[in-house]
């Protein structure tokens, strides 16, 4: 079990979840307004391959391996025309070569018999292809336009807890608790800003709490003092309240 941020935010006086989501997201939102998937793609093919190719390694290294992949794969036909050993020689770099191989030709294999070749957007229809898990449903439906849930990475589930959104660790209880304080319409970008900040800002080892737009908010910052949580939590909890920008 995650340290209880949820339960800090309260003894500073912070706010609840629901008051601080909003600042939360708007903050994020301007200071990280190029916060964006990473991963390089002009279908939604090449968007599931990529996601699918994305597990254990970085998106970097996903970008260089599709770029001469996806010349060579256009369809989903292209990736059963070859033999496995083939797909897994253009996707070795990207590591776990033979299980990502073989899930994706399972993947084609069902999208053609089942879903005449398009990728679906829902979670219940993608979450069916072979080696597609609920996160990388989530990030294919919200890249698509229809968000049905919130993408929880490493950074997501950091993040989360260290601004008291969540007591969870498990990533499934984790995105359940966002989906009931994130607005709706903001489920697809949320994950991004978390990612982005996590990356530039709320490192997990060296938090730059000094700098960061959402240090009133955080229940985890650094820069808490034992006087400001009992003289100044009342006035902070009402600027947090009253402010959506700093
Ligand atoms: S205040 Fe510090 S711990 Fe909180 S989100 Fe910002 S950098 Fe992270």
């Known amino acids: ?26 903050r994020l939102a301007a200071e990280h307004a190029d916060a964006e ?11 599931l391959v990529s996601v699918m190719l994305s597990a254990q390694t970085t998106d970097t290294n996903v970008n260089r391996v599709t770029e001469r992949l996806f010349l060579k794969y256009r ?21 776990f ?22 990728v679906p957007r829902t979670l219940a229809e993608l979450v069916t292809l072979p080696g597609v898990a609920r996160k990388t449903a989530n990030v294919v439906a919200a890249e698509l336009g229809h968000a049905q849930g919130i993408v929880v990475d490493t950074h997501v589930r950091r993040l989360s807890q260290r601004l008291g959104l969540t007591r969870a660790d498990d990533p499934v209880k984790i995105e359940r608790d966002l989906q009931r304080v ?33 240090e ?4 985890s910052s650094r ?4 006087e400001l949580r009992s003289s100044d939590a009342s006035g902070r909890a009402r600027a947090a309240r ?3 920008r700093r």
């Open 216 to 219: 009133d908010l955080c229940p």
């Open 223 to 226: 820069l808490a003092t034992p």
């Open 75 to 95: 369809r989903p036909e292209d990736y059963l025309q070859v033999p496995q050993e083939e797909l897994e020689r253009d996707i070795y770099a990207t590591g």
């Open 97 to 118: 070569f033979r299980q990502k191989a073989k899930a994706i030709r399972g993947t084609m294999y069902v999208l053609l018999e089942r879903f005449d070749g398009v």
């Open 182 to 214: 994130v607005p709706r319409p903001d489920w697809a970008r949320f994950p991004h800003l978390l990612i982005w900040h996590g990356r530039r800002v709320c490192d997990a080892r060296s938090p730059e709490c000094e700098v960061c737009v959402l």
């Open 242 to 244: 009253s402010s959506t």
């Open 1 to 26: 079990m995650a340290r209880s941020y949820v339960r800090e935010a309260r003894r500073r006086g912070l706010g609840r979840r629901r008051e601080r989501i909003v600042p939360i997201v708007e």
């Open 37 to 47: 998937i990473a991963l390089r793609f002009r279908s939604p093919l090449e968007l």
